[in-house]
Each structure stands twice: as C-alpha cells, then as structure tokens.
C-alpha cells in the first residue's frame, strides 16, 4: 500500500502539478516589474484568506467535532461551541508545520475525510501559485502538508474499507504520502529519507520511507523531470545535466567547439587580453593557452600548453601583474593565491579594470597562473563519450 500511494503521487505531479507550474511560470515571465511582483504576491495572500475563510465558514456546521479524551495537540475552536474544535481551520490556520505534526499524529477519527478533500485539493492549487512569486517561499514544508493531508485521506479510506484494522492507522499513510510527494518533487532518496526520520523521530519506518522514495524518483524520472529540474530549464540557467543529450550521440567535438578558437600566448599583449575580455560576443569562461614558438599545422593555432580562467585574467589585471613592472625598479609585490581567493566568488567586471594606453602595450606572462593539464580530447571524438563535466566544457572554450 505504501508504494501505492508513491505511484499515486507521481501520476498527481505528472498530470497536473508540474504542468500547471509550467503554465503559471510562464505566465509570470510577464511580471518582471518590482511593483508587479509585490501586487502579484498581495493577490495570492487575499486568495489564500478568501478561501480558507469561506470554506471554513461554510462547512463549520458540519465540521465541529468533540475534543474528546484524546484531543488533537493544537485545536482551534473557530466558529464551534465550547468542547469542539474546527478541524479544517485547524488545518488551515496553524503553520505548516504543526498542521504536519497534528496528521502524523492525531488519533483516528480526528478529520472529516470531505474537510480533509477539500483542504488537500485547494492548498495543492494555492501552493502551485505561490511557487515562484518574488518572495521567501519554498516548496518543502507545503510539499510535506499536501503529501500528509492526501496520505491520511488514503489511510482514512483503507481504515473504513477493512473495519478499523491497525494496520490501517491514517497517521502511518500521512507519512509515506508526506514522503512520497517530497520525494516525487526534488527527486531525493537517501538524504531525505534521513531527514524525514530525524524529524518524526522514529526509526521504524526508515524501510518503507526509503522504498517510498526510491519508488517516487524511478517512476518518476521515467514520466517527467522534477520540479527544479523544469525551472532550471525555464530559467536558463547554463546547469549542465549528468548524462548528454540524447541527440548528441552523432556529434562530434569539433562540432560543437567554438570556431575559431580564441587562445592566448604564454606571453600576451595586456591590450589584446582587455580587448578580448570586453568583447560582449567572447563570453567564454575558460581560454586555452598555446605555445607562440610551435610551429602551427593545418588550421591548428599551436601546441596547447594549459588554460587559464576568465577570473584569473581579471585578477592578474587588477594587481597589474605585468612582465615591465617586474623588470623595471618598480617595486611590486608577487601574486599569491590568496589574492585569488579573495576575490571569489563575485570577481570584478572588466569593466571596472583601468588600464591606460601605456599598460595596453605591456605583457602578461601566464605561465606560472595557467592550468597545465587541462581536459582535451580529439576534435573527431564522441560527444557520448567525453566526460560530462564543466571541466570538458572549459576545454571547448563554451559560452557558460
């Protein structure tokens, strides 16, 4: 039953969660303004209090139950005489987490299985909206809800259809639901399995969370791609993926390389690195560095020696690591990796680099700040069959 309920949830995130973020993400490329996104956000939380209150309002009636000797740990009485509490604006109303708490743990008996229909199916909707609005919001705690509130709706139908057996206990199916709708979305297994036991504190499910998991992420994978995976996509961002793609199987290295390939020598004008380096179409991160003395071959520019970053560049001009300071009485301290480290991540744009028309004629030796045992392969070589890292794609001199 617990594997039931991973495939389940992966048939709910194919069919319906991860298209309608599709949609709505595309729909909010349109809402690049800063006033826009906090109109947008302000929308969502008047929709988001319009209907918890209306539904709470218009099944109060039908939705006040007993506290009874095993009350719920955090009841809220809204619209319900003394001795009963509201079980849908308890759902609705405490913070997700506690709402998590009250599913794993409540006693059966404790929701209506209609309120608990009605809040699953509305706050699915409401957080494929919120997803992706310009504030501090995520998925994980709304996942973990959605995932409790339908598992223990599953465990409430199991219960009725076999006589209140134990082995039906509706707060063992919020669980697995809570783990299998995390699991289908960020597509994490042993991580997570690890997370959801550290929180309940209970090590006896650690087996059916892990095969919950496992299961979500396999079937899952074979559907669709997980929720980051599509917004990375839709985003832009230059992520490269583990495996190639699958039409990359007749390409060749040659063909996906930049052409002409642009290199520097070991011993480069500083005019010609801060020429390149501002050339909006020259985007690249990596630049191989060839030896000026080879003897060139066919269409080849030289001996490749190394490759040196784009970063490194900056930072050697910057501290104005030229070869006619160090060979003039000007005093100049020597470079140190330190002075690297210091400024990563966010390295100075070249345009903020001042070099005058007198240090544009002077040189930088990169030898002792060049990599010399870069990635490089045949330009006739498989793209299939080149090691699928960064690495390889610094090699090709890309775009990243």
């Known amino acids: 039953m617990f594997l039931v309920i991973s495939l389940l949830q992966t048939i709910e995130y194919k069919s319906m969660e991860g298209k309608i973020n599709l949609h709505l993400f595309c729909l909010k490329r349109y809402i690049h303004r800063p006033c826009l996104q906090v109109i ?47 079980a849908i604006a308890t759902t609705f109303f405490n913070t997700p987490e506690k709402s998590v708490r009250s599913l794993f743990h409540d006693s059966p008996g404790s929701y209506n299985p209609l309120t608990l229909g009605l809040f699953t199916l509305s706050y699915f909707f409401l957080a494929c909206w919120t997803y992706g609005l310009a504030v501090s919001s995520g998925v994980f705690i709304p996942s973990l809800l959605i995932g409790a509130a339908w598992g223990r709706l599953f465990g409430i139908f199991l219960s009725n259809i076999s006589s209140g057996s134990t082995w039906a206990d509706p707060g063992k199916y919020a669980l697995m639901g809570a783990a299998a709708q995390l699991g289908g979305i960020v597509r994490m297994t042993l991580s997570l399995t690890v997370i959801i036991m550290e929180a309940t504190g209970n090590v006896t499910y650690g087996l059916p969370i892990m095969l919950v998991l496992m299961t979500a992420k396999i079937f899952g994978d074979f559907c669709i791609e997980g929720l980051y995976d599509i917004h990375i996509k839709l985003q832009s961002v230059p992520f490269l993926g583990w495996e190639p793609p699958e039409k990359s199987h007749t390409l060749t290295a040659r063909e996906v390389m930049s052409y002409p390939v642009t290199c520097f020598k070991r011993v480069e004008k500083v005019g010609r690195i801060v020429d390149i380096l501002s050339d909006t179409t020259i985007n690249h991160n990596g630049f191989p560095v060839v030896d000026e003395n080879h003897e060139p071959e066919y269409d080849n520019v030289g001996r490749l020696c190394g490759l040196i970053l784009r970063s490194q560049l900056i930072v050697l001009l910057k501290h104005k690591v030229f070869v006619e300071r160090a060979t003039s009485n000007l005093t100049q301290r020597k470079l140190q990796l330190k002075d690297f480290r210091d400024a990563y991540p966010r390295f100075p744009p070249i345009q903020s680099i001042h070099v005058s028309q007198d240090e544009r004629h002077c040189t930088v030796d990169l030898t002792e700040f060049i990599n010399p045992t870069p990635y490089s392969v045949p330009g006739v070589s498989n793209v299939q069959m080149l090691p699928w890292n960064r690495a390889v794609s610094s090699a090709f001199n890309p775009a990243l």
Do not use: H, R, W
């Open 40 to 86: 947008e956000a302000m929308v969502v939380g008047a929709v988001t209090a319009t209907v918890s209150f209306v539904m709470i309002y218009a099944m109060y009636t039908s939705d006040c139950q007993p506290v009874g000797e095993d009350p719920i740990k955090y009841p809220l009485q809204l619209f319900c005489p003394d001795g009963e509490y509201n």
